[in-house]
């Protein structure tokens, strides 16, 4: 079974920087894209952004310009940079991943989440 180990999150002022960070467990697994969502209060999860095997990059309207993503496909880790946090990005971050093991099929993969609060 494949685990996603996420890190970075918690309270932070608006304008402010946090980092997220991902990292699929086992060193057999195989990571195809991988990326972030977010779900806040009362509402639907929603994608932030997500990178593939190849680098490619999709980023939510509201995320272009102020987050980054980074991606060691080496270690199975990807990296969130997210700048300008303003209060409407408060929600749970949730890792994802398209990943198996030897001789598994693909699955969708999350995280635990992490919270993010951005006070005014």
């Known amino acids: 079974q494949v685990q996603l180990v996420e890190s970075g999150g918690g309270l932070v002022q608006t304008g402010g920087s946090l980092r997220l960070s991902c990292t699929a467990s086992?060193?057999?697994?195989?990571?195809?894209?991988m990326g972030w969502y977010r779900q806040a209060p009362g509402k639907q999860r929603e994608s932030v952004v997500v990178?593939?095997?190849?680098?490619?990059?999709s980023y939510a309207d509201f995320a272009k310009g102020r987050f980054t993503i980074s991606r060691d496909s080496a270690k199975n880790t990807v990296t969130l940079q997210m700048n300008s946090l303003a209060p409407d990005d408060t929600a749970v971050y949730y890792c994802?991943?398209?990943?198996?093991?030897?001789?598994?099929?693909?699955?969708?993969?999350w995280g635990q989440g992490t919270q993010v609060t951005v006070s005014s």
């Open positions: 086992g060193s057999t697994v195989t990571t195809n894209a």
């Open positions: 990178i593939t095997s190849d680098g490619s990059t």
């Open positions: 994802y991943a398209r990943a198996r093991l030897p001789w598994v099929a693909w699955s969708d993969c």
